[in-house]
DNA sequence: CTGAAAGCGCTTACAG
DNA sequence: CTGAAAGCGCTTACAG
């Protein structure tokens, strides 16, 4: 590759081809010059110009100019399942609607990445930004209110900037109720059922772990701490875990809770090499993914509404709905994969 | 969420408070004070007010006197499959590790998105572009170059940039002999093996369509036009295919050649619907996604090395490999799935 | 050791 | 109808 060559042209060298000014060049290339009454053959020959010179501006220095970037970002910690990549889709859709140009960077979930993303984002003057599956979210939300710069939460709950979530914990009371509606069905023990995933402390996992105990006590199950598993979000981690409780004189569960599809991504391998223990449990997962719904067991998948999530975010950016410290709540959709079994009315 | 706000502060505010001048203040901030011989009271002054106020640099009014944007661009269709997400994931890496702010945009396949996309992109100055997935690269790697931006195109041939694929051909040919294998170990008839998925005349599409063929009449069987069904990357297309071909009278394939993990989406749906029909097919899939190990078929997938795409991709950006017409070609990884049953060796 | 000045590529109020 | 001028927030060669 050639390093940077000839210099990209500008306003001035069309304004000189075109023997005019750099002040009438821009109105006519920005399309006010109608409303500044220039001549249209002089627009006509900068336009000529323009095209045979492959003009094309640079929205940095127009930022500059008028104290904005045209940039909306938005912080996930990766792309790897369809709950980010469709967050990062619509939100780059939506961002396109509005005129804007998307940036989206992923963090690892890594928070010194996450910080100096944030910082970036903010030094390039993006005019909104989301900030979803931070570690912790009231500093970075500091960094951005500090410069001006609106921004919410998306499924973490804000202390300094308002934010939106999924219903994590009725949605988890959902699905663990049909968890054990299914289990019962087939004959198993509710008692058995785990909860497998996620990390202590996190916003979301600490609500599903709510909306699965609830469900346990309202089905006349006392629910023990043990039972609920926060063994992060490594594919590894969930099969190392569903290997124990294959050894645990509890017996195997007969039912599993799984809190994302990384965690589904363990118990998948899991499955694989110990068939024959696993093949009576049902499966519930707080995450939705099309191939999960090949797995050989019952599955009942919680989907988030991403559409719906990314759109109150803008509304709140919009300032449409009035600020509130409580988040906006976003119901997820159940999805009910019949395999095997018919598991939900 | 209060429209923005206080003005950000400027340097011009940090030298007023620190009594000194602005130049005292960049010189400090950007680190060369040392070389300046700046008095290091004085810095130590800049930097306190810096901090007390919460300065954050404009990059872009920066990057205007400098010429440069410290922007990465990415395009890429979509971040819905493991590969893309991939691509995106390693980019971004790569480009954080040389202090550049990684831009990725998906295009969801649309050539009027691809275009407005790649003209913001280097209207924003990005100083290097990974193009992926597009449609027709040439116009697009024009307008990089017209603006001196060196660009590469990733599993894409290029006629006027340089370009990095995977060895398509020579993974399908590999993946279609072991599918072959496979077939004949069960019983099968090596001559129902269809080809499904991709677009006509896209360039990996026919890459693989080329090494399937070939890997067939290798085989000893001469292949017909209609086995290589170029039905489009949506699951519902492959579905349908799956659909037609258990009516037809050939019989249902006893081996699929699946040219994308969104087919084989397709096909896991119409194998959940109609197992009976599917339950001796074997697949092959050119492309990795985990949770297709899960599948109750055997299963041969073809993993793209992403790391090595975008490491040859920088390496052609950098001008550490020589600029060629000929594509730099890596090696895909074969992953086979022991899935019921053993095969290969 | 430090500051004034020019300039990056734009936009737009203002004067003609 | 059009151009000169100022200014967005930085950097740095230059002069002191």
Redesign the interface.
């Known amino acids: 590759?050639?390093?940077?060559?000839?210099?990209?042209s500008t306003i001035y060298d069309i304004a000189t081809q075109a023997e005019t000014s750099a002040s009438t060049v821009s109105l006519v290339l920005n399309g006010s010059w109608r409303r500044y009454r220039i001549n249209p053959d002089t627009a006509e020959r900068i336009l000529e110009v323009s095209r045979s010179l492959?003009y094309?501006?640079?929205?940095?220095?127009r930022?500059?100019r008028l104290k904005q970037?045209r940039?909306a970002g938005m912080v996930i910690p990766?792309?790897?399942n369809?709950f980010?990549?469709?967050l990062?889709?619509t939100f780059?859709h939506e961002v396109?609607r509005r005129g804007l140009?998307?940036?989206?960077?992923?963090t690892?979930r890594d928070p010194v990445?996450e910080r100096t993303v944030i910082?970036?984002?903010?030094?390039?003057?993006v005019?909104l930004l989301i900030i979803t599956g931070v570690d912790d979210p009231d500093e970075l939300n500091a960094?951005c209110l500090?410069?001006?710069?609106?921004?919410?939460n998306l499924d973490l709950p804000g202390r300094s900037a308002?934010s939106v979530v999924s219903d994590n914990r009725g949605g988890s009371y959902k699905l663990t109720a049909l968890l054990i509606e299914a289990v019962r069905e087939r004959g198993g023990d509710p008692s058995t059922i785990r909860f497998v995933g996620g990390r202590p402390n996190e916003y979301a996992t600490e609500e599903r772990a709510r909306g699965f105990a609830q469900a346990l006590e309202d089905a006349g199950i006392a629910v023990q701490d043990e039972w609920i598993i926060r063994c992060g979000y490594q594919?590894i981690a969930a099969r190392t875990v569903m290997q124990t409780l294959a050894q645990a004189r509890a017996g195997f569960p007969s039912g599993v809770f799984i809190n994302s599809i990384t965690s589904?991504?363990g118990f998948?391998?899991f499955?694989?090499s110990k068939w024959e223990i696993c093949q009576s449990t049902v499966l519930s997962c707080f995450d939705w993914?099309?191939?999960?719904?090949?797995?050989?067991l019952p599955t009942i998948m919680m989907r988030q509404n991403v559409e719906e999530l990314i759109e109150q975010s803008f509304a709140?950016?919009d300032?449409t709905v009035p600020?509130s410290p409580e988040p906006v709540v976003v119901p997820p959709t159940l999805e009910v994969i019949r395999?095997k079994s018919n598991i939900a009315a």
Request: glycine letters at 6%.
């Open positions: 590759m050639p390093k940077r060559q000839r210099r990209r492959g094309n501006i640079n929205l940095r220095a930022g500059l970037s940039l990766h792309y790897r369809r980010f990549a469709g990062a889709e780059e396109r140009c998307p940036v989206v960077v992923s690892q990445t910082e970036t984002l903010v030094a390039q003057q005019e960094i500090n410069a001006g710069v609106p921004c919410v308002p594919p589904l991504e998948a391998e499955m694989r993914d099309p191939f999960a719904a090949s797995l050989p709140i950016l300032g600020h395999t």
